[in-house]
């Protein structure tokens, strides 16, 4: 009920008490295509993550021209900003985009329109999905997955649904994992947050051990989290990979401090 115009007066505030609030209302809401363009904008290749989010709601408050959906009018943007390409195709790591949804409608909806993963969201176990009021039980039965797998190349359950936890201690994983690998699905938990509020006793307060459990124990895909910079440096300390890179431009660094090391020698025989 409310214009763009209207909505970009407002201002945003942090919703955590305890994080910082200095940048309270500094910013406006962004647009869809704005958040678009701090990737495309980025010096480097910037992935994007985007929800279709409350669609049944959204669909039943707003109308389009010529009958169209909320669906419809979130694909043409990723097409306007060239967005497309099968997971892990060439077109897809140009511009990497994953699809993610609660609403599993929405998800076969828009396969016919493009073949960017779609990532299947995952509620606490006694919230039905929003769109076709299923269980926690039902979606995550074998017998679901092999259906949903002909749209989606994951799930993204919430981190509790794959190790329940009690008295803030983790218990024994469920088989979920698991079996959503043996359906070759990504698996993609969420959310990941830094503070103690959020991490259980077993972590000891220390969200690298979260992680590590998480990726190495559990064997979890990829990971949602508010803290962007933390888990890129977990990446950072034990992906081979980036180790070797460190190294190899730590020997480049070494010899060209050599070379100019023999030419100031060099120089001062001649002179």
């Known amino acids: 009920d409310f214009t763009l115009e209207e909505l970009k007066s407002l201002r945003v505030k942090q919703r955590y008490s305890f994080r910082d609030q200095q940048y309270n209302g500094k910013f406006s809401i962004i647009t869809f295509e704005e958040f678009i363009s701090i990737a495309l904008d980025a010096p480097r290749v910037v992935g994007i993550y985007p929800e279709i989010k409350n669609p049944v709601f959204i669909n039943q408050r707003v109308k389009w021209s010529n009958g169209k959906k909320f669906e419809d009018i979130f694909v043409e943007t990723l097409k306007k900003y060239g967005y497309e390409g099968s997971y ?3 077109k897809w790591l140009k511009q990497p985009a994953f699809i993610q949804s609660f609403a599993p409608t929405s998800l076969t909806y828009i396969s016919n329109q493009t073949d960017l993963p779609k990532i299947f969201l995952i509620d606490d176990t006694t919230i039905p999905t929003q769109d076709t009021n299923q269980s926690f039980w039902e979606i995550t ?11 989606v190349v994951g799930i993204g359950p ?23 690998h043996a359906h070759n699905f990504q ?11 959020f991490l259980h006793f ?17 064997g979890v895909d990829g990971l949602f989290t508010d803290f962007t910079g933390s888990l890129h440096r977990y990446q950072e300390w034990t992906s081979p990979f980036l180790s070797s890179e460190k190294d190899a431009y730590n020997l480049l ?6 070379i100019f090391k023999v030419q100031a020698h060099l120089v001062l025989f001649f002179t």
């Open 187 to 197: 698996v993609h938990p969420y959310t990941f947050r830094n503070e103690n509020q």
């Open 202 to 218: 077993n972590f000891s307060e220390d969200p690298y051990n979260e992680y590590d459990y998480w990726i190495k124990k559990i």
């Open 141 to 151: 039965s074998d017998h679901y997955l092999d259906y949903i797998k002909e749209y």
């Open 158 to 180: 919430w981190k509790d649904n794959l190790v329940t936890a009690s008295n803030n201690y983790l218990q024994t994983p469920t088989d979920l994992v698991a079996r959503a």
């Open 88 to 90: 892990l195709s060439k």
């Open 253 to 258: 660094d070494k010899i060209v401090a050599m």
